[in-house]
Every structure is written in structure tokens, then in C-alpha cells.
């Protein structure tokens, strides 16, 4: 509430400074609010060839939108929540809030952040809940590839293939994805506001890694401060409605910001590599019409549990790196990739990474020898690039089962911990802890039971300020180690009352 009244302050004071100023059109408004969208898009009623598609779309980076190609799958139809239980209620799916950097990390029947389909449809019209997550594997045979990617390498180079669902009202940021992209709509409705890549350096990004190809924007997009980021003012851009049944292809590192409508609203999106030509190869011996993802090789697929993959990187264009190294420099060594490594990414520990290139290089250095020649590097198969990849960058903690150790921190936990203490100077009844971690902290009852047993002992429901402070580290050993890089909502402003808790609901 403070924090409210004094933004309302900061504007009533802004408006009186600026006076008789006429404030930016669009100012405190959705994006788009400063300007009518004018660049224009394609709406295709037939699909193109994949050479024809390359020509004027990929190999361009021009949007375009493929009305009711999603309609030739058999999930278009065949995919209502009774099917989806019934069929594939067992499989997994990754979770995220509706609302990006506003919603917390939803619980779902699997833990922070993952859910099976059934519980999430029994469950996600009543939370803040929203499938971002690989397509299980069991599902490709009901979505079928539209035509103008059904051969050459757009087909052979499809890096991974993601299900979105929601209950509707959900919101993105403004931001732009690595690789080239089909979004799928199978139900609902989606308005897309897209912004050309040259616009780039008028949109305020945050920082990322150099070697991440994505990005965001630090702008609000439901108010934009034109005040704080007057440069927005100079994008020009587009608005398209997609309908349940349309495609839409958004080209590598082509900005938009999404709001979805419709209860359900659902989406497939097929992710393909970012090529630099179009290899028809065999394209005379494919028939180019809709193809089940079922018949198509997939470079990071998911079979519905256990770790994920989404986000991984295209390693054939990790291979093509290494090919082209090879080549300058007459060979490519382990030191050479640790040089890479150390330079793309200074954050990491020194000792973590040179054991990390140590695994990885093992892996591609099946001779021995100690380097590797361009042909070497080009004779390694997917599969050994693709452990290689993992080998090197590691797994993506929303992806594991263990995300809730890299969300929630150590030092968030702590600070709980004093605060119920200092309520609480006689001892911390174990459910008053498993209540609080799950009410401020946003974890699961699992995981604070695993704390509370780590600082009292299993079955023990009380624990001494001296048993909790003598365990401590023991206790949240997992939470350090994995330093909880995730960021957690302050407790402070959460806590009600003298006791930080509301006894009567335990």
C-alpha cells in the first residue's frame, strides 16, 4: 500500500512540474499507445512451398500469418480437456504464472513449477497458472507441421516444440526469442503487437549474457512510462489478431508482446534453427503437404518426465562454430574451448567450468589425441553434440525437478526463520514453518517438511531456537549449493500481524 501511494505521489508531482507541458501520447498507457500500428503484415490462405517460404519470409525476417493451418492437425479438434485427461493425463508440464514478472512460481501436483495435464486442467482456472513448457512427446502424433516446412533443412533443423495453455487473460513482456518460430493457435485468441529487430536500441532491453540470443525489454508494456523510456516513442509497429486454427511465424530476434484471450487458450510453437540458406536436399523426394511432428526428428524432444531440455541450445550451429575454429586455426583443443567458454561466460566459477569443458571435451575427443581437426568435428554425430551441449552449459533449473532449491534462496529462508523465531522465542512448531514457507515464500509443503526435518529431525514436530541455529547450515545445504539464484518476494511485506502467521488456518 505505501509503495502505491507513493508512485501516485511521484505522478501527481510529475503533472505538476510538466504543467502546462503536454505529456508523450501514450504515456501511462499499453504499449502501441503513442503511436497507430502501420507496418503491415501478410495473411496467407494458402501455404507456400519451403522455397517460397524461404524467399520471402525466413530468409527476410517478415512476419506472416498462416490462417487455419492449425486446423489440419488432428489436436485441433481432438484436443478437449476430457481427451487431454484421458489420454495423456499422466504426462508432465512445466508452470509459470500468467502474468510475466508479476506472478510467482505456481505449485502444481509435481512441485514448483511442474504439474501433470490432468491436475493442471482440474485446477488452472481457479490459479494463477500457465503452460510453458516442451510438447510431451505422446502429443506429436496429434499436431501436424504445416507444409512450408515439411522439407529441406527447415525440416531436419526443428530445435525444439513447446505447449502453451492457459485460462485466457495472460500477458508477456516485450521481448524476442533465439530462434525462428510457427505459433500454433489450437484454441482461443491472440492479439501479437510486433516490432521490426531494427528497433532494437529504441526498446530499453536488460542485460543478458552476450552469448544469449533472446532478450527483453524493461518496459511495462501495459503502462509505459514515455517519461522514463521517451525512445519508445520512435517504434513504429504492427497488431494481428490470431484466431483458434491460425499459425503465425515470428523470424529470429523479431520483437512482440502477446496477450491471450479465450478459455482455454492453447498453443503449439514448432522452434527451428537459425539458418543462414535453404538446403532443399530430398525435397524431391518429400511430399510437401502436413506432416505429423511424430514422423520428424526433433533436437531437444521431451518424452513427458523427468528433466526437460527446453531452452537447450542448436548444436549444430555449436558444431558450425567449431568447424569454422578448426579451420582458421588448423585445429581445436581443450584450451581453446575453456578460452571460449571463460569469454562467453565470465560469470561462472573458474574451477566449475574447467571441470564442466573437461567432461565436455571427453565426450567429442573420442581418439584421444588431445585436438581435433575440422573434419573430425564435422563427422561427430547429434547426439554425441547434444550430451556435449549439456556437458558444457548444464541443465536450466526450471527444467529439473529440483527448481524449488534454486528459487527460493538460503538467505530468504533465513530471514523466515528469524522472524518466526523472534515470535516464537520458546520454539517453532513445525507446521507454523511448513505454513509460512509455502504462504511467503511461494515453496512447496514437501520441501519445507525436508527443512524442518534437516533443523529438528523427522517426526519431530518442534524444533529449539538452539536445534535451529546449531542445524542451520546442514539444513539448508541443498540452498546453498544452489545459491538460489531466483529471486524471492520480500517477506516483510507479506507478514500479517505480531506472530507472521494466521494460526487459525493451520
Given at each position: 500500500?505505501?509503495?502505491?501511494?507513493?508512485?501516485?505521489?511521484?505522478?501527481?508531482?510529475?503533472?505538476?512540474?510538466?504543467?502546462?507541458?503536454?505529456?508523450?501520447?501514450?504515456?501511462?498507457?499499453?504499449?502501441?499507445?503513442?503511436?497507430?500500428?502501420?507496418?503491415?503484415?501478410?495473411?496467407?490462405?494458402?501455404?507456400?512451398?519451403?522455397?517460397?517460404?524461404?524467399?520471402?519470409?525466413?530468409?527476410?525476417?517478415?512476419?506472416?500469418?498462416?490462417?487455419?493451418?492449425?486446423?489440419?492437425?488432428?489436436?485441433?479438434?481432438?484436443?478437449?480437456?476430457?481427451?487431454?485427461?484421458?489420454?495423456?493425463?499422466?504426462?508432465?508440464?512445466?508452470?509459470?504464472?500468467?502474468?510475466?514478472?508479476?506472478?510467482?512460481?505456481?505449485?502444481?501436483?509435481?512441485?514448483?513449477?511442474?504439474?501433470?495435464?490432468?491436475?493442471?486442467?482440474?485446477?488452472?482456472?481457479?490459479?494463477?497458472?500457465?503452460?510453458?513448457?516442451?510438447?510431451?512427446?505422446?502429443?506429436?502424433?496429434?499436431?501436424?507441421?504445416?507444409?512450408?516446412?515439411?522439407?529441406?533443412?527447415?525440416?531436419?533443423?526443428?530445435?525444439?516444440?513447446?505447449?502453451?495453455?492457459?485460462?485466457?487473460?495472460?500477458?508477456?513482456?516485450?521481448?524476442?526469442?533465439?530462434?525462428?518460430?510457427?505459433?500454433?493457435?489450437?484454441?482461443?485468441?491472440?492479439?501479437?503487437?510486433?516490432?521490426?529487430?531494427k528497433y532494437e536500441k529504441w526498446l530499453y532491453k536488460?542485460?543478458?549474457?552476450?552469448?544469449?540470443?533472446?532478450?527483453?525489454?524493461?518496459?511495462?508494456?501495459?503502462?509505459?512510462?514515455?517519461?522514463?523510456?521517451?525512445?519508445?516513442?520512435?517504434?513504429?509497429?504492427?497488431?494481428?489478431?490470431?484466431?483458434?486454427?491460425?499459425?503465425?511465424?515470428?523470424?529470429?530476434?523479431?520483437?512482440?508482446?502477446?496477450?491471450?484471450?479465450?478459455?482455454?487458450?492453447?498453443?503449439v510453437s514448432i522452434l527451428f534453427s537459425r539458418i543462414?540458406?535453404?538446403?532443399?536436399?530430398?525435397?524431391?523426394?518429400?511430399?510437401?503437404?502436413?506432416?505429423?511432428?511424430?514422423?520428424?526428428?526433433?533436437?531437444?524432444?521431451?518424452?513427458?518426465?523427468?528433466?526437460?531440455?527446453?531452452?537447450?541450445?542448436?548444436?549444430?550451429?555449436?558444431?558450425?562454430?567449431?568447424?569454422?575454429?578448426?579451420?582458421?586455426?588448423?585445429?581445436?583443443?581443450?584450451?581453446?574451448?575453456?578460452?571460449?567458454?571463460?569469454?562467453?561466460?565470465?560469470?561462472?566459477?573458474?574451477?566449475?567450468?574447467?571441470?564442466?569443458?573437461?567432461?565436455?571435451?571427453l565426450l567429442i575427443d573420442k581418439s584421444g589425441k588431445?585436438?581435433?581437426?575440422?573434419?573430425?568435428?564435422?563427422?561427430?554425430?547429434?547426439?554425441?553434440?547434444?550430451?556435449?551441449?549439456?556437458?558444457?552449459?548444464?541443465?536450466?533449473?526450471?527444467?529439473?525437478?529440483?527448481?524449488?532449491?534454486?528459487?527460493?534462496?538460503?538467505?530468504?529462508?533465513?530471514?523466515?526463520?528469524?522472524?518466526?523465531?523472534?515470535?516464537?522465542?520458546?520454539?517453532?512448531?513445525?507446521?507454523?514453518?511448513?505454513?509460512?514457507?509455502?504462504?511467503?515464500?511461494?515453496?512447496?509443503?514437501?520441501?519445507?517438511?525436508?527443512?524442518?526435518?534437516?533443523?529438528?529431525?523427522?517426526?519431530?514436530?518442534?524444533?529449539?531456537?538452539?536445534?535451529?541455529?546449531?542445524?542451520?547450515?546442514?539444513?539448508?545445504?541443498?540452498?546453498?549449493?544452489?545459491?538460489?539464484?531466483?529471486?524471492?518476494?520480500?517477506?516483510?511485506?507479506?507478514?500479517?500481524?505480531?506472530?507472521?502467521?494466521?494460526?487459525?488456518?493451520?
Amino acid at each position: 500500500m505505501v509503495k502505491i501511494l507513493l508512485r501516485a505521489l511521484i505522478l501527481h508531482l510529475t503533472l505538476l512540474c510538466l504543467e502546462a507541458e503536454e505529456l508523450p501520447r501514450g504515456h501511462l498507457e499499453p504499449f502501441g499507445g503513442h503511436r497507430p500500428p502501420d507496418v503491415d503484415i501478410d495473411e496467407l490462405f494458402e501455404i507456400p512451398d519451403p522455397q517460397v517460404f524461404w524467399d520471402r519470409y525466413v530468409s527476410v525476417r517478415r512476419v506472416a500469418v498462416l490462417r487455419q493451418a492449425a486446423t489440419h492437425s488432428p489436436g485441433f479438434t481432438k484436443w478437449t480437456e476430457g481427451n487431454l485427461k484421458e489420454l495423456y493425463g499422466d504426462v508432465e508440464v512445466r508452470l509459470e504464472g500468467k502474468h510475466e514478472r508479476k506472478s510467482r512460481i505456481p505449485l502444481g501436483e509435481k512441485g514448483l513449477g511442474r504439474d501433470t495435464l490432468r491436475s493442471f486442467l482440474e485446477t488452472f482456472r481457479d490459479k494463477d497458472t500457465y503452460i510453458v513448457s516442451q510438447l510431451p512427446e505422446p502429443l506429436y502424433e496429434d499436431f501436424h507441421v504445416p507444409p512450408c516446412i515439411s522439407c529441406g533443412n527447415m525440416r531436419k533443423r526443428i530445435i525444439e516444440v513447446d505447449l502453451w495453455m492457459s485460462s485466457g487473460n495472460t500477458q508477456s513482456i516485450i521481448h524476442k526469442d533465439a530462434f525462428n518460430t510457427i505459433n500454433c493457435l489450437m484454441k482461443g485468441t491472440k492479439l501479437w503487437k510486433m516490432i521490426e529487430p531494427k528497433y532494437e536500441k529504441w526498446l530499453y532491453k536488460t542485460w543478458e549474457p552476450k552469448r544469449e540470443q533472446g532478450g527483453n525489454s524493461q518496459v511495462e508494456p501495459d503502462s509505459v512510462d514515455l517519461l522514463k523510456y521517451p525512445d519508445i516513442a520512435k517504434i513504429r509497429w504492427s497488431n494481428i489478431t490470431i484466431n483458434a486454427g491460425d499459425c503465425l511465424f515470428i523470424p529470429k530476434g523479431y520483437y512482440h508482446q502477446v496477450n491471450s484471450y479465450g478459455d482455454p487458450n492453447m498453443a503449439v510453437s514448432i522452434l527451428f534453427s537459425r539458418i543462414g540458406h535453404f538446403d532443399d536436399t530430398g525435397c524431391n523426394e518429400t511430399r510437401i503437404d502436413y506432416t505429423p511432428l511424430s514422423d520428424l526428428d526433433v533436437l531437444w524432444s521431451w518424452p513427458g518426465t523427468g528433466v526437460m531440455t527446453m531452452g537447450n541450445m542448436d548444436v549444430w550451429m555449436m558444431q558450425k562454430s567449431y568447424v569454422a575454429f578448426a579451420e582458421e586455426k588448423g585445429k581445436l583443443t581443450e584450451e581453446d574451448l575453456l578460452k571460449f567458454m571463460s569469454d562467453m561466460m565470465p560469470e561462472f566459477d573458474e574451477e566449475e567450468l574447467e571441470e564442466s569443458v573437461r567432461e565436455g571435451w571427453l565426450l567429442i575427443d573420442k581418439s584421444g589425441k588431445g585436438y581435433l581437426e575440422a573434419e573430425d568435428v564435422s563427422a561427430l554425430d547429434t547426439d554425441t553434440m547434444r550430451k556435449h551441449s549439456v556437458a558444457l552449459m548444464g541443465q536450466e533449473p526450471s527444467n529439473t525437478e529440483d527448481f524449488e532449491y534454486f528459487h527460493i534462496s538460503r538467505d530468504m529462508i533465513e530471514y523466515l526463520l528469524q522472524r518466526l523465531i523472534e515470535a516464537s522465542p520458546n520454539g517453532l512448531e513445525r507446521k507454523v514453518f511448513v505454513a509460512n514457507y509455502v504462504r511467503y515464500l511461494g515453496g512447496s509443503e514437501e520441501y519445507g517438511n525436508e527443512i524442518f526435518d534437516g533443523l529438528a529431525g523427522k517426526s519431530v514436530d518442534m524444533a529449539t531456537v538452539d536445534e535451529i541455529t546449531q542445524n542451520m547450515d546442514a539444513a539448508l545445504l541443498k540452498w546453498e549449493e544452489s545459491e538460489g539464484v531466483e529471486s524471492t518476494p520480500e517477506i516483510d511485506e507479506r507478514f500479517d500481524g505480531n506472530h507472521y502467521v494466521i494460526r487459525d488456518e493451520l
